[in-house]
């Protein structure tokens, strides 16, 4: 037995909450979405930390300045 409640939400609703949030909240909940909606998006954040753990890093100067 599941004890989701369902709701019809119109986008224009989300989109103007969203517009409401604050900077931080906005940029926190888009992440949330992108990850809960894209497992590509999840995979390269834990690849990322794995480069940076093993020390696989560069720095701004290496990037930027060839």
Do not use: W
């Amino acid at each position: 037995m599941s004890t989701a409640l369902k709701m019809e939400v119109a986008p224009e609703e989300i989109i103007e909450a969203v517009k409401k949030m604050k900077k931080k909240e906005r940029e926190d909940f888009l992440e949330d979405l992108i990850s809960a909606t894209c497992p590509e998006y999840l995979l390269s954040i834990k690849e990322s930390r794995a480069e940076y753990a093993a020390g696989n890093i560069a720095n701004h100067d290496d990037v930027f300045n060839q």
